[in-house]
């Protein structure tokens, strides 16, 4: 089964909100409230910023939030602050594959 | 603290085998899983597996099957990949990551600091 579809590229400014989404089907991210994103920064492993949709990890700013509607989840960052540039990823359970993950977007803080 | 600290980098040849480990400490490691996660060069995040360190249960991507091996060792809280009959294409960093006992949800909440695998002639 394909990734799951995320735009390739954001971009915003410092203090401006941007939002990521991700499109599945029925069979993950509309099927389920198993929905995480994760952080990227470049050479680094992976962290956690939204579990279950919308739940926040301990520790991660309120400035990152999530939310679903039909097949696609999305991820909103407010207030941009130029830490926050780096690659993001959902990821789904999938009742096909267990686990989805996303493309993959490069968010780029101008 | 919550570590996963995984095993060096390595270079094999193609149709070789490698054995990833991952050694968990700061929790109990028979009460959770772990997910392993592959990222090719400048790719984005590929899931290969989970195994329980509880029951030893696994799912492994379908793309993997026949040449993947994941296993626990629970005396030692290390955790193992084998990735067997290497192609060019496995050219990788792979991860472990912590989940859950029972099944695997894409919510790791802790990750190793991953392994460089190179497959070259």
């Known amino acids: 089964q394909s990734a799951l579809t995320q735009p390739a590229s954001v971009s915003g400014s410092p203090g401006q909100s941007i939002t990521i989404s991700c499109t599945g089907t029925?069979?993950?991210?509309?099927?389920?409230?198993?929905v995480s994103w994760y952080q990227q920064h470049p050479g680094k492993a992976p962290k956690l910023m939204i579990y279950?949709?919308?739940n926040r990890p301990s520790g991660v700013s309120t400035r990152f939030s999530g939310s679903k509607s039909g097949n696609t989840a999305s991820l909103i960052i407010s207030g941009l602050q130029a830490v926050d540039e780096a690659d993001y990823y959902c990821?789904?359970?999938?009742?096909?594959?267990?686990?989805?993950f996303g493309g993959g977007t490069k968010l780029t803080v101008l | 603290q919550v570590q996963l600290v995984q095993s060096g980098a390595e270079v094999k040849e193609p149709g070789a085998s490698v054995k990833v480990s991952c050694k968990a400490s700061g929790y109990t490691f028979s009460a959770y899983g772990l997910d392993w996660v592959r990222q090719a060069p400048g790719q984005g995040l590929e899931w290969l597996g989970w195994i329980s360190a509880y029951n030893f249960n696994t799912k492994y991507a379908e793309k993997l099957q026949g040449r993947v091996t994941m296993t626990t060792d629970t005396s030692t809280n290390t955790a193992y990949l084998d990735l067997r009959s290497l192609r060019s294409d496995d050219t990788a960093v792979y991860y472990c990551?912590?989940?859950?006992?029972?099944?695997?949800?894409?919510?790791?909440?802790?990750w190793g600091q991953g392994t460089l695998v190179t497959v070259s002639s």
């Open positions: 990551a912590r989940s859950g006992a029972s099944g695997t949800y894409s919510l790791y909440d802790y």
């Open positions: 279950e949709v919308s």
């Open positions: 029925s069979s993950d991210v509309g099927g389920y409230n198993y």
């Open positions: 990821a789904s359970y999938s009742s096909r594959t267990t686990v989805l």
